[in-house]
Each structure stands twice: as structure tokens, then as C-alpha cells.
């Protein structure tokens, strides 16, 4: 589309497998938090926020 490749706009693939896994650790870890800290710690589906946005799902 633009006739870049990836070097070019400054994106390397030296690390890939490193920078997966690193990705996958922090990204479950971020979750696991979510969902077992900082939702429920609020109020979790009692927050009439949340309570709200639930009707939207169903």
C-alpha cells in the first residue's frame, strides 16, 4: 500500500519470540488482576454502571 516494509517505519522482528511471550505474561496478568481485584473490589456487577452495560450483552 505505501511500498514501506517494516524496517522502515522502525518495526524489527529481533526479538519476536521474546517479545510474544512477554506480551502474553502481561497481558494474562493484567486480566487475572481485573477480574479478581479491581472489578469486584468496586462492587463488581452491583455497580449500577456495570449493571447497566450488562442489559446490553443479553
Not at 10 to 27: A, C, E, P, S, Y
Amino acid at each position: 500500500m505505501l511500498k514501506k516494509d517494516f524496517g522502515y517505519i522502525g518495526l524489527r522482528f529481533v526479538n519476536v519470540k521474546k517479545d510474544i511471550l512477554t506480551g502474553l505474561i502481561f497481558g494474562t496478568s493484567w486480566t487475572i488482576l481485573q477480574f479478581a481485584l479491581l472489578i469486584p473490589g468496586p462492587g463488581g456487577i452491583n455497580r449500577s454502571d456495570i449493571n447497566a452495560s450488562s442489559r446490553f450483552l443479553i
